[in-house]
């Protein structure tokens, strides 16, 4: 029986494997052979979590002697509706879905539940992390350890849904990645829909008398400082991927001559599978997935760092006095506020925002990120991100980059009104919905009704004019149209970066359609690409930020490209068409470029 409580271990796992081979669908799978039964058990071995109270009572012994000298917090809240958690967990099959930025996840969020509320999440690992002796660890604290690939085994498959149907019918709360690995980027990958479907499918055939609601949970984890920062940005460079090991795992742990500052967890209002009943299986574990997905985006806080690094980067070179970074940090922090954007506790109360400042760029000086230059005593010091740590500091920018799109696309449009490219509504429109189309590659946009009901809602506010329409924006005085500036101006450079990349992408293009080097592939692209970046950051013409050239980035600009019909892929690799939009596309990135250096709008 599933209502059964054993209390020996041996006795708890004698019932988990029977209630696993009591899967419904696995049963009629398995029909009474031998051989698939075996088969079925040593995957329930590989899976399972082998959770030991008295391991993990020594592991948070540990942790609670070095997370207060790792960092300065690890701030959990919930949203108000949750209510008191642990009722929540005896009342739902809770999932836990949060995004994926470091090893570290795995034990804050765990580590943060189990002190609060005393007891553990069931963790959905890669089978990659299941390497001795931090495997085990994690294994004994609540982690079931699954295969990065198993669509053709659906013994395997239905094993694991075997599992996760024992996990719900027990009122365990899951806990899964929805990425399905790190964001290389900081930006919040697409969801993945296999586990989203498992569960969905195990949830429906426990026994009515146990079937709980199911509940999603949305979590958006922020750090300050990723441990693994490092091997991180180098992929974006195009460096492979470090193979999992002892070794690297090992390395989150050894990041104490560092500040890591917090760790931001936010939990967010359950999502109800019950919310999809009337689609099919596949539709209902997909339109989960990009829920939760949107309610993590929209919940990730910007921290002090993601600040700092939003205004440090604004610059491509040279330094900015603390007055500056202060003013930018105050409007951006306004901005926040009046648009519903989320902040941490440390930045709302705006007469301590100075302290939160200087805390912050000490932290990323003592982290060798950011260089003070000049002296105090003279009332001459300038901060300064190191030429080769900028890509560092556009991980913690790219996590919330997200919340500033819109007002970075009305700034590009102020400048092409300015500039004479837009004359009329119609203009305007096409100016918005090519910017969109553009950075749809790069972030999951809000639709493009949604998309020009906020461009008119910020323009409504900031330029203190009521805003109905986009034929109103066309009516608006210099006057209105300064206050727009003023207002919105620090956020004018924010995305400045993949103009330049996709720049980069169609002078690349450009220049294997003159050569004839087609069809090529992706690899080819990116060697090309790299060359011709270099060649015009050099000329120091329009390309202006050397974390222009980012792997993911362009390789979107393929996507972009292709999705434009300038590609085609064939046998053998792409081939070009399309070339007057390619030189029409060169012509308009360089004058967006052009235009924005000529207007200096930088706040």
Not at 264 to 285: D, L, Q
Not at 425 to 439: A, E, N, P
Not at 576 to 586: E, G
Request: proline share 4%; net charge positive; glycine share 6%.
């Amino acid at each position: 029986m599933m209502s059964l409580v054993p209390t020996k271990k041996n006795t708890q796992i004698e019932l988990m494997r029977k209630v696993v081979l009591s899967y419904p669908p696995l049963q009629e799978r398995i029909a009474g052979d031998k051989e698939k039964t075996d088969q079925c058990l040593k995957n329930v071995e590989e899976i399972a979590a082998t959770y030991n109270k008295s391991v993990m009572d020594k592991f948070q012994h540990v942790l609670n002697n070095t997370v207060d000298r790792m960092y300065e917090a690890i701030n959990l809240t919930f949203t108000p509706e949750v209510g008191d958690f642990k009722k929540y967990v005896d009342e739902n099959c809770v999932i836990l879905v949060p995004n994926h930025q470091s090893h570290a996840d795995y034990i804050a969020l765990n580590y943060a539940i189990i002190k609060s509320f005393g007891f553990p999440v069931y963790i959905a690992g890669g089978i990659n992390l299941n390497i001795f002796p931090i495997g085990t660890l994690f294994r004994n604290s609540g982690c079931f350890f699954i295969r990065r690939s198993f669509n053709n085994d659906i013994l395997y498959k239905l094993t694991l849904e075997g599992y996760l149907y024992y996990l719900l019918g027990e009122g365990k709360p899951i806990e899964f990645f929805f990425e399905g690995g790190r964001s290389r980027s900081g930006k919040l990958l697409p969801p993945r829909y296999g586990l989203f479907t498992m569960l969905v499918t195990a949830h429906s055939h426990l026994p009515e008398k146990r079937k709980k609601p199911l509940q999603f949970m949305p979590v958006s984890i922020m750090h300050e400082y990723v441990p693994e920062q490092k091997s991180l940005t180098r992929e974006l460079g195009g460096a492979k991927k470090n193979k999992e090991s002892t070794k690297e795992l090992l390395k989150v742990f050894k990041v104490l001559k560092y500040k890591l500052g917090s760790i931001h967890i936010k939990v967010g209002n359950g999502i109800s599978g019950a919310n999809y009943k009337n689609f099919s299986t596949k539709e209902r574990a997909q339109k989960l997935a990009f829920d939760c997905f949107r309610s993590v985006g929209s919940k990730m806080m910007v921290t002090p760092t993601s600040l700092l690094a939003l205004i440090l980067l604004d610059k491509p070179d040279g330094a900015l006095k603390f007055d500056e970074i202060f003013d930018k940090a105050h409007r951006i922090i306004n901005y926040c506020k009046t648009f519903d954007v989320p902040i941490t506790e440390s930045l709302i109360d705006q007469s301590k925002l100075e302290k939160v400042l200087e805390n912050a760029l000490d932290m990323q000086i003592k982290n060798g990120k950011v260089d003070l230059i000049g002296s105090s005593t003279v009332g001459h010091e300038f901060y300064s991100i190191k030429p080769t740590t900028r890509i560092e500091l556009l991980y913690f920018k790219n996590t919330i980059l997200h919340h500033f799109i819109v007002p970075w696309i009305i700034n590009s449009a102020w400048v092409a009104l300015f500039s004479g490219a837009i004359e009329s509504v119609d203009d305007l429109k096409k100016h918005f919905l090519y910017l969109r189309d553009q950075l749809k590659f790069e972030f999951y946009l809000p639709t493009v009704k949604e998309t020009l009901y906020q461009v008119i809602k910020i323009i409504s506010k900031t330029s203190g004019r009521k805003i109905s329409t986009l034929e109103d924006c066309m009516k608006l005085k210099h006057k209105e149209l300064m206050n727009i500036a003023t207002e919105l101006g620090v956020f004018a450079r924010s995305c400045t970066y993949f103009t330049e990349s996709y720049y980069i992408g169609a002078l690349t293009l450009k220049v294997i359609y003159t050569e004839k080097n087609y069809p090529f592939k992706q690899d080819y692209f990116l060697k090309k690409s790299k060359e011709v970046f270099e060649a015009e950051k050099s000329l120091g013409r329009v390309i202006k930020y050397s974390e222009s050239y980012s792997v993911p980035v362009i390789k979107n600009c393929l996507k972009f490209f292709q999705n434009a019909g300038v590609l085609n892929w064939e046998e053998g690799g792409f081939v070009l068409n399309r070339i007057a939009f390619l030189d029409k596309s060169i012509i308009r990135f360089e004058k967006e470029l052009s235009d924005q250096i000529r207007f200096n709008m930088r706040g």
